[in-house]
């Protein structure tokens, strides 16, 4: 009897200990390869500047500057150089695992964003089921009051086409919204009238 209790005392302390897991453990534990100029130091030196109320900033391996702006207990939001962003989201399922969501956005002439998915040991997941394919087309409309000629003007503007995404600071909403690369300041401006954002919920299961 004694033994089983112990055992089952020790079940519960791993499940606990696993429950107990924040955003801070899973960032530091994320693989070398994930961002290859960060490695675990970094990371951790990151975490505890956060944690201490500083600037948490550091000169990643290429020997530029690397941010951690936001972190949660399901949330981080960094920025790796002046051209790239990550954001990252622990997604509670209902099977009781927990899942990774990675958005990665690089600035160029425009942002654009992929998206991708991990498992709690950082073991790549498709994201078919997990996420929508989202349509840069499906980004735009025409309203009611414009005529199709002055919406095919402002469509063809668009081109190419590219997408990228934000996540919310809970981690459990995606918002794709539609890039206007190599357009002028009054374009982007007149595009306004046709550009829609498309949000995604975490279900628990998959977005939609």
């Not at 989202?134 to 190419?160: C, G, H, N």
């Amino acid at each position: 009897m004694k033994q089983l209790f112990l055992i089952a005392a020790m079940l519960f302390s791993a499940t606990m200990s696993f429950a107990q897991k924040q955003m801070k453990d899973y960032w530091v534990a994320m693989p070398d390869s994930v961002v290859p100029y960060l490695n675990k130091t970094k990371r951790t030196e990151m975490v505890d500047f956060y944690q201490m109320g500083v600037k948490a900033e550091t000169f990643n391996l290429l020997q530029g500057a690397t941010t951690l702006d936001s972190l949660t207990a399901t949330f981080a939001d960094v920025t790796l150089n002046p051209t790239a962003r990550i954001q990252l989201s622990l997604l509670p399922t209902t099977g009781g695992d927990t899942l990774i969501c990675m958005s990665r956005t690089y600035y160029g002439e425009a942002p654009e964003t992929t998206v991708s998915f991990y498992d709690s040991q950082w073991r790549p997941i498709p994201s078919a089921g997990l996420l929508p394919t989202i349509l840069p087309e499906s980004l735009v409309q025409r309203p009611d009051t414009m005529t199709v000629e002055r919406y095919d003007d402002l469509f063809r503007l668009v081109d190419p086409m590219m997408t990228y995404a934000l996540m919310s600071s809970g981690g459990q909403e995606l918002t794709f919204i539609l890039s206007t690369p190599m357009v002028t300041k009054k374009e982007k401006m007149a595009l306004e009238a046709i550009l829609v954002q498309r949000k995604l919920k975490w279900d628990g299961e998959k977005f939609n």
